[in-house]
């Protein structure tokens, strides 16, 4: 079974930063994709920023030029560097990934962590 874990939210004033982290940990598994989505009260969910396993990278427009990804490997963990934030990036942010694991490629995603940018 594979577990994908965030960590890294929190109360933050516009201008800030924040650093989200998605830990992914099991046993015999491989990660393809690994992506962030955010959800606010009302929105529908949508993706912020995603990572293929070539280091390929794609962002939202929204959040080019101040959200930046990263990958430990050896971790199996992605980073989601968040400067300059504004009030409308308060959201519930989620980590998803694609991974093989057994043969077979499965979806899934984390429990989520809160960002809240104060005005």
């Known amino acids: 079974q594979v577990q994908l874990v965030e960590s890294g939210g929190g109360l933050v004033q516009a201008g800030g930063s924040l650093r989200l982290s998605c830990a992914a940990s099991g046993i015999g598994f491989s990660i393809k994709t690994m992506s962030w989505y955010r959800q606010a009260p009302g929105n529908q969910r949508e993706l912020v920023a995603g990572?293929?396993?070539?280091?390929?990278?794609n962002y939202a427009d929204s959040v080019k030029g101040r959200f930046t990804l990263s990958r430990d490997n050896a971790k199996n963990t992605l980073y989601l560097q968040m400067n300059s934030l504004k009030p409308e990036d308060t959201a519930v942010y989620y980590c998803?990934?694609?991974?093989?694991?057994?043969?077979?490629?499965?979806?899934?995603r984390g429990q989520g962590t809160q960002v809240t940018v104060s005005s």
């Open positions: 998803a990934a694609v991974i093989s694991t057994s043969g077979m490629l499965r979806n899934y």
């Open positions: 990572m293929s396993s070539g280091d390929s990278t």
